[in-house]
């Protein structure tokens, strides 16, 4: 017995089985950045009026840097796997969705890199 659908079949396609993971570690990723999000918002409204020497003490404090780096990480993370389902979904022709893709893991990737870059230079210094 086979359950795979007729368009499948004649395609020689199947499951990629790695949608439910998808599925599973986007909303994760969702719900570990309500708290870091939440905590963002406040920090930085806090800091209203603030001037860059106070900024950069903030910014030095461990905590503070740490929680920075776990929302710098967890949004570009979350934001990466966001546009991958958007190309997946519509990019028809496989050679730009590939190259999209690849761009898109790139560019997220030195954002994060840069950006956890300049956290830890700030704070360490």
Do not use: C
Request: aromatic residues 12%; charged residues 10%; positive net charge.
């Amino acid at each position: 017995m086979n359950l795979r659908s007729p368009l499948g079949q004649a395609r020689g396609l199947g499951s990629a089985k790695d949608g439910t993971h998808h599925f599973w570690v986007q909303r994760v990723s969702a719900v570990a950045l309500i708290p870091l999000s939440l905590w963002f918002v406040f920090s930085v409204a806090n800091l209203a009026g603030a001037d860059y020497e106070q900024v950069r003490w903030w910014v030095g404090y461990p905590a503070v840097a740490v929680t920075l780096v776990l929302f710098i990480a967890a949004a570009l993370y979350h934001s990466m796997l966001g546009v991958q389902v958007v190309i997946e979904d519509y990019v028809g022709n496989e050679a730009a969705k590939i190259t999209a893709l690849l761009l898109s893991k790139f560019l997220h990737l030195v954002v994060a890199v840069a950006s956890i870059f300049a956290v830890l230079k700030v704070a360490l210094g």
